[in-house]
């Protein structure tokens, strides 16, 4: 039965949230309002019962000696909690600064090791074969589309290099438009994805009128 | 033509003096504007270029100034008296004898001796009696005031009556002979003048002659002062009670009497006297009457009294009795001025003083501005025009704008119907998107066979990383995976960092276990739930593994109460880490802390969108293989031989991507047609 009332409500969710194909409808900001407190219930409600109770709480009651380290985050979560009146602010700035300064030094080393290092190795690749040579022209042409200075000299070939440079600066752009028009294309068809599984759910789960 | 600036009569050209008045005229050069400096016609009464008045409005007398002073420049009057003119030069219709004496004096540097050296014998030698003994009887003239020189002036001239040559003798029907005594010294050419060619005589009353003197036996008879009877009684002086009012009204201010200083034939006594003289009389050209020396006295009429000015507005009321019209013309109006002016400094000295920031300045000069006439509307009529405007009714939308809205909400219900069919369709008949999955090299494959390749029993760690948001993309792919991996006897740990994460992985593990049907939670597979931390608990977890006092998602009990998969602490124990990425930033978190430092394989099922960043990480050697979308979905599932939902899906997508690509290029041929159209029109 309860799968049954579950179906329903998310088919009629579905339709309504569809609605907005028609215009800003009132039934389409009732959805969205569900969703949105819905989400943040549920956010609330895992940060309580999959973090602060058992990770924080119940380490700290059960034996509060052996994890009596865990009084420092305690504390910096209290103190994020002034946030929540202006004139209490400044008493949680050394929790958010510690957030902030401990997520963008991760962060920053992170995709130093883990994406630049290894993506600019991967592109040391010996020219034996098209994709290679496609590979390092686009990536270089890429880095030169981005260069916005002007020559300072006139030598001839400081002349040539510049404009060689300005030539394969305009090649990289067009790697670049391809790029991107590459990841337009991916994120529309994941949201037809997700289109074809709703439409599916109304015809299959709701409707049956699908096998 | 020359005209006139006194009488405006035009004269012909070359002409020196007026035909009708007689004043000098101005020569064609020009009038130079007192307020810009530009050059005018001598017929311009006005500046051709600011409209500054050039001919004064009351000016009385007008002479010729070939060396007149520098003009008034700009917005700028001179606040003191200007330098005195240049003498005239030598014309050629000056007196002979005034030629004469001019050569008789040698060298002479100057025409003023200084009032306390005496002249000496040389420099009188040639000179007239006359002019001596005026020369010599005159008191320094600077001690003077103005009526005592003109009287002293007057009666040197009338005593030395015997000096003055013939023809400006009185006619000797009307005056008396001259004495033998002073014929005599007469020169020849003077005697022989007939006595019928003498020009009137200079004891013609004078402007400085108002009061009787010694030149009296001169004046005709007809011009002598009435004499009293001696048969009347003496007149006595009327008391200040009985005059009539109408009387007091006629009696002359002091201002009045002062004002019309007398011409004067030397120029040294214009100069003397700027003492008692408004300042503006002594630099105005137009009163200067040095220039007019050469003419005969009796040419020389007084200047009648200036009646006083009408003050015009804008003229401060200290000076509404001096200056005249055409300078309170040339002064500009108050609401012209702008506004830095307000703040210049206040003029002390000169026509202007009182008034603010008149001369120029810095700031007037660096910022250039015009003089704008004061508006004409006063601003309530401008209120009610914004009013009017305001309260106008809004026109109503044009009727092809109404066309425009109606197409395009017709055009994207044409775009709805067709994508709906495009997707419903193929679910009732599944032939007409008969889609060919291919599955050799893709990657795809190479997930299958990594996944296939896989040791019996093997602990394999399974990230749930999409939200529902994603689910109907990634719940394809989830399935097939976790089905294969059952098949494969694997024991699967589930984690996920998002907060919804666990949910999404709890349900897929059952769905999985129910379908394999000897897989048990606990035993088999596992749900440890959200890792919190971002960033920070992903570089913990790739640093020390999963800690033993992890919670699991669904019995609460720590990891060490599940033996057969607490080897998870340990990165060693695991064979494989197979992320479901619904986004980019989540697969590019695992690639970033977890991958460089866990040195454990990886394997992902990301959705399309996150396809172009896990297929980087696969050229980098990063990723060891993935597959991406409803489509690696159906290729999984083929490769594995389950076909499910998203082989059937997956003719759906086909289906309405080639819509959307069709609608796009329908869109763009449509846009440019019209932008054609637009141009040829």
């Known amino acids: 039965m309860s799968d049954v009332i579950g179906v329903w409500v998310g088919a009629i969710l579905t339709l309504v949230v569809f609605s907005y194909l028609l215009g800003d409808t009132p039934l389409f900001r009732l959805a969205q309002a569900i969703f949105v407190g819905v989400a943040i219930g549920y956010a609330i409600t895992a940060a309580v019962y999959l973090i602060l109770i058992p990770k924080l709480f119940d380490p700290l009651i059960l034996d509060p000696v052996a994890h009596s380290y865990l009084i420092v985050p305690l504390v910096l979560g209290v103190l994020l909690l002034f946030k929540v009146r202006t004139a209490w602010s400044p008493l949680g700035n050394l929790s958010v600064a510690f957030l902030f300064g401990v997520g963008s030094a991760l962060a920053l080393g992170g995709a130093l090791d883990g994406t630049l290092l290894p993506q600019l190795a991967a592109t040391l690749v010996p020219l034996d074969s098209l994709e290679n040579v496609l590979l390092i022209v686009g990536t270089l042409g890429a880095l030169l589309s981005f260069r916005f200075v002007q020559p300072t000299t006139t030598r001839l070939g400081a002349r040539a290099v510049e404009a060689l440079g300005r030539g394969w600066g305009t090649l990289g752009r067009w790697f670049v438009w391809m790029a991107l028009g590459a990841l337009f294309a991916n994120i529309a068809v994941s949201r037809i994805t ?14 049956q009128v699908v096998r | 033509m020359i005209q006139c600036t006194h009488c405006g009569t035009k004269n012909r050209d070359g002409s020196k003096y007026c035909s009708d008045c007689g004043a000098r005229l101005v020569p064609q050069a ?6 810009c400096s530009t050059p005018n016609p001598v017929e311009n009464v006005f500046c051709s270029k600011c409209g500054a008045r050039l001919v004064p409005l009351t000016a009385a007398t007008i002479t010729d100034k070939p060396a007149a002073p520098a003009p008034i420049k700009g917005i700028s009057l001179p606040s003191k008296p200007a330098e005195p003119p240049a003498p005239p030069p030598p014309s050629a219709k000056t007196e002979d004898w005034l030629e004469q004496l001019r050569t008789q004096i040698p060298d002479q540097p100057t025409d003023e001796p200084s009032p306390a050296e005496p002249p000496t014998h040389e420099e009188t030698e040639g000179i007239p009696d006359w002019l001596a003994r005026l020369r010599a009887a005159e008191p320094p003239l600077d001690e003077l005031s103005p009526g005592e020189k003109a009287r002293q002036a007057a009666a040197a001239i009338q005593i030395g009556d015997e000096d003055v040559p013939d023809w400006l003798r009185p006619a000797p029907a009307e005056t008396e002979s001259p004495r033998v005594a002073d014929t005599a010294r007469m020169p020849d050419w003077v005697l022989e003048v007939p006595a019928a060619q003498a020009a009137p005589s200079s004891a013609a009353p004078t402007p400085s002659a108002q009061e009787p003197d010694t030149a009296e036996p001169q004046v005709p008879a007809w011009f002598k002062p009435i004499e009293p009877s001696p048969d009347l009684p003496p007149p006595v002086p009327a008391t200040e009670d009985e005059i009539p009012d109408w009387l007091k009204a006629l009696k ?17 006594l214009v100069e003397g006297i700027p003492a008692e003289k408004p300042a503006w009389l002594t630099t105005t050209p137009y009163t200067d009457i040095s220039e007019d020396e050469f003419l005969p006295d009796w040419l020389r009429t007084p200047i ?7 003050t015009p507005e804008g003229v401060a009321p200290e000076f509404r009795g001096e200056l005249p019209d055409w300078i309170a013309a040339l002064k500009p109006a108050e609401a012209a001025i702008p506004h830095i002016v307000e703040t210049g400094p206040v003029e002390t000295t000169g026509p202007l003083a009182g008034l603010r920031s008149v001369l120029p300045l810095a700031a007037v000069i660096a910022e250039p501005h015009r003089l704008s006439p004061a508006p004409d509307k006063p601003p309530a009529e401008h209120a009610r025009l914004f009013e009017a405007i305001v309260a106008a009714p809004v026109a109503a939308h044009p009727p092809r704008a109404r066309a425009s809205t109606r197409g395009n909400t017709l055009f994207r219900a044409l775009v709805y119907i067709l994508l709906t069919l495009a997707i419903v369709i193929p679910f009732f008949v599944p032939d007409l998107a008969n889609t060919s999955i291919r599955t050799f090299g893709t990657p795809t494959a190479d997930l299958y066979d990594t996944v296939a390749t896989l040791p019996f029993d093997s602990l394999v760690v399974l990230a749930f990383d999409y939200d529902p948001g994603s689910s109907g993309e990634m719940e394809v792919q989830a399935n097939v995976l976790v089905r294969h991996l059952m098949q494969r006897r694997t024991r699967i740990v589930a984690i996920s960092t998002l907060e919804t994460g666990p949910q999404i992985a709890q349900r897929v593990l059952d769905t999985a276990a129910r379908a394999t049907g000897n897989y048990v939670y606990g035993t088999d597979y596992v749900n440890l739930g959200y890792l919190a931390g971002h960033e920070a ?10 800690a033993p006092t992890t919670i699991d998602y669904v019995q609460r009990r720590p990891l060490t109460q599940y033996p057969n998969l607490s080897a998870v602490q340990s990165w060693r124990n695991v064979a494989l880490v197979i992320q479901l990425a619904g986004t980019p930033e989540v697969l590019q978190k695992w690639m970033e802390q977890v991958q460089p430092r866990a040195g454990v394989k990886i394997v992902a099922a990301v959705s399309a969108a996150a396809e172009p960043r896990a297929r980087a990480y696969r050229e980098a050697k990063q990723l060891q293989a993935f597959m991406s979308g409803l489509m690696g979905a159906a290729q999984y599932e083929i490769l594995s031989n389950q076909p499910g939902l998203a082989v059937i899906s997956v003719g759906a997508q086909s289906t309405a991507s080639v819509v959307l690509i069709a609608l796009i290029i329908m869109g763009n041929l449509f846009w440019l047609s019209s932008r054609n159209r637009g141009k040829t029109k």
Request: charged letters at 15%; hydrophobic letters at 45%.
């Open chain 2, 30 to 35: 020009g009038l130079v504007c007192p307020m």
């Open chain 2, 537 to 546: 608990g992903l570089r913990q977890l790739a640093l020390a593994g999963f």
């Open chain 2, 304 to 310: 009648p009294p200036q009646p006083t000015p009408t």
């Open chain 1, 194 to 207: 997700i289109l074809v599984n709703r439409v599916y759910f109304l015809l299959h789960d709701w409707l």
């Open chain 2, 252 to 268: 002359p201010s002091d201002e009045a009497l002062r004002a019309p200083a007398p011409p004067l034939p030397s120029e040294t």
